[in-house]
């Protein structure tokens, strides 16, 4: 088959690879119908996850068809179709049963493309699948589903569930990239008075307004923190969720909340940010930390097939399995690209007639 090969910190390559084999009974193989490239790829690449080794498939974002399973797999048979998840659950240990599957300590957790081959492939093996795999009901498109692989529980569970979100609150969203957007649909399922998007690109800053942003702040041009006391009356925001990932955006967040407020951090961090506890410790804020545990997948996708939630939204561009190469230099340069998510579909197989014509025009 063919699959996304990292070899060292800047290469990679689409490639000859072995067919993935079921290896443990509770194993599937899934045949790859489409898959995306995440910003964890990119830092993959630059050799900031050094747990990947080279020779590993990349990609944890997919749906696709179970085409085997390992003889301990009862709930799946062959020709289902279903999303596979970021992340895999042993169902098993103490963190699986309470739900918490980021933290498996079982052999699940995020391993897909990153300690294990991942999905960026023809066919991918997907350990523990009767606990990691979700059916795809028939009438939702795999772009419906598609973005249910990551960015729209991280949001939901890491951010808006983490921060508590609730009718009236003014929810501050540090970050509009593909992650913070998520936070902006997810967020409003919880009616709030007043979503507040900031991000220093206008760009992304006028997405969030598509996305449903009651107002944004231009932080390179306008103080946010200034601009938020003046819209909540001086007390700051009930709810700030960090949707970046570098230390000044976190200790914006604990800036931009009101006393008794929350912060819910999303991003993921590569150096220390600093918690100025001497103003934060009479301030009553809760912080919270976390990778997503995927167990509002099931709910996510109820609420798509009812139409209450449309992720299609993230889908700007979309290229054939084959041209996985070509999708990483536009996703890499998703600022100029205007890129959100990046849509890889495997031909001919399942080729909507809607999909295929924005195949040809990409
Ligand atoms: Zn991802
Ligand atoms: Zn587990």
Redesign the pocket.
Known sequence: MKALVYHDPGEKAWETAPDPKIEAPTDAIVQITSTTICGTDLHILKGDVPEVLPGTILGHEAVGLVVETGSAVTTLTEGDRVLVSCIS?????????EGH?G???????WILGHTTNGVQAEFARIP?AD?SLYKVPAELSDEQVLFLADILPTSYEVGVLNGGVTPGDTVAIVGAGPIGLAAILTAKLYTPRHIVAIDLEPARLAKAVEFGADTTIDNGRQDAVEKMLELTGGLGADVAIEAVGVPETFELCTELVRPGGRIANVGVHGHPATIHLEKLWIKDVTITTGLVDTNTTPRLMQLIAEGRLDPTVFATHRFPLEETMGAYDVFANAGANYALKVVLAAQPLLLEPELHRDLVTA
Do not use: A, D, K, V
Request: aromatic share 16%; net charge positive; hydrophobic share 20%.
């Open positions: 659950s042993c169902g098993r240990c103490r963190f699986c049963r599957y933290l498996c300590i079982g052999g699940g957790g523990f606990t």
